[in-house]
């Protein structure tokens, strides 16, 4: 299962660090800190998100 999480997580992890930049920039904050905070923070959210989607997949497969 930490194979499938791993791969997800390339996914996931980019999406969501990428959708979290895209708020900071509509939310008006240009600083690189806001920018790569929000790109940590959506990196680290997609850890667990990638960890459950995995789950389910293997649940529903057995």
Request: hydrophobic content about 70%.
């Amino acid at each position: 299962m930490l194979r499938l999480a791993s791969i997800l997580y390339s996914l996931i992890g980019s999406s969501l660090a990428g959708a979290a930049v895209i708020v900071v920039l509509a939310a008006g904050l240009v600083t690189t800190q806001a920018i790569i905070g929000a790109a940590a923070v959506g990196a680290v959210l997609a850890l667990p998100v990638a960890w459950l989607v995995a789950k389910q997949l293997y649940a529903r497969g057995a």
